[in-house]
């Protein structure tokens, strides 16, 4: 128990930034909804972080000031080490203006590397690059950019008439007692009263979901039938409370309906029709060293990482770039991969809506900002997006046909902090190009 408690401590810290801020990536929910309005300060305020470039230009200045002999203009320019990256920035055009910008984003920041790929519905992959470090084929940890392919399973076992998202869980599983009034679409839409992740990550009578013991089932029957968190609950349907023990209920639902593991629905409804082998989920609570950040235990090889039955619903996948990209398509193409149907356009059209504002006129977090399954809303752009804690964040623009993927293995933060300065740069190569 002692070091179940310890990589529980370890969650916490890693994750603590969940609480502080990072709407349109992972939040914090409830009693924390002050951190979740964060979402759209996050995209606004961040470039305040990046290095003062104005020191250079002081230094030229002053060395204008000093009585020596003229010095020609060619020199002062070469003196310069900003000026031409500067310029090169600025009259680079199409995707070579996102390759700049995302180069020297992850030299500021000192960051390992960084991946990005965007996609179009008709032409596939038309971007791909990557930096530092990053090369093809790496698999990284995702965090709560899974809760899109989690919640699509949910969408795909009611397209096979296993589950009614609709209807009370208490209605569909013989273990979900005590909270007759929950339906599965509360749990993947953050709707469902129960408490989330803000404020306190290890909430006592949901402190299994971080835990790589015991099953999806156990966990979930412990959050379901507790009497501990009843002053804690609010009504379902009442207020956005971002992630949490919620969707580990959800994935137990996902399980007994279908009569599968969570590994076995992922295989059937993603891997095989996609070919999108690398993917898979671990208990984030098998990878925690007590750093913070992202867990570099991990190493991008999910064979050193104790298989668990207790897999972490909303931010457990891991899954190469590449292969996410598939997944991002395939919500583009109307639910195909290819020449197979994994989700009906029906089903999708129901994990983009924003359900928090059509069903109690809510918010997530902030007026700006709504939630539907398993993607954030961006209620200005219209642009959908499922951001996590390590910094990876993808979104589509469902108007115009593309998505794309930003990859970096550090922060929440970071990672929306590169959205911010590439967003509209991606946005213009596609519709460009």
Known sequence: MS?????????????????????????????????????????????????DTDDAAADESDADDEPVEETPADDEV?????????????????????????EEFVEERGLNGASVIVVHKDDGVVYEEYFGEFEPGRISLIASS?????????????????????????????????????????????????????????????????????????????????????????????????????WQVAGAVAESVSGKSWDELINEIY????????????????????????PTVFAGDPDGVAETANPNIEGGGYVSMTDYAQLMLMHLRGGTCGDNQVLSQESLDTMHADRVSAVYDGNAGGPGFGYGMGWWVDRETGRISDGGAFGTVPWLDLDDGYGAYIVIEDESDTGQALKTEIEELVHEAVVNR
């Open 78 to 102: 070469e003196e310069d080490p900003a000026e031409p990256a500067e310029e090169e920035t600025l009259d680079a055009t199409g995707f070579d203006a996102v390759t700049i910008t995302v």
């Open 146 to 246: 899974s809760k899109m392919i989690s919640a699509g399973v949910l969408l795909r076992l009611q397209e096979d008439g296993l589950l009614d998202l609709n209807a009370p869980v208490a209605a569909q599983v013989d273990w979900a007692t005590g909270n007759p009034d929950i339906v599965p679409a509360q749990l993947i839409s953050n709707s469902s009263g129960l408490v989330g992740l803000g404020p306190n990550l290890l909430y006592a009578p949901y402190v299994c979901q971080w835990s790589p013991e015991g099953t999806i089932t156990d966990c979930a029957t412990q959050i379901f039938t507790t009497a501990d968190d009843d002053g804690d609950q609010v009504d379902p349907d009442s207020e956005f409370r971002y992630g949490g023990a919620q």
């Open 3 to 51: 070091k179940q408690l310890l990589r529980l401590l370890a969650t916490m810290c890693a994750f603590a930034m969940l609480a502080a801020a990072c709407g349109g990536s992972d939040s914090s929910d409830g009693a924390a909804e002050d951190a979740t309005t964060t979402t759209a300060e996050a995209e606004t305020t961040e470039a305040d972080d990046e290095p």
């Open 271 to 294: 891997i095989e029709p996609c070919g999108v082998d690398s993917l898979g989920y671990i208990s984030l609570g098998s990878v925690f060293t007590g750093a913070p950040g992202y």
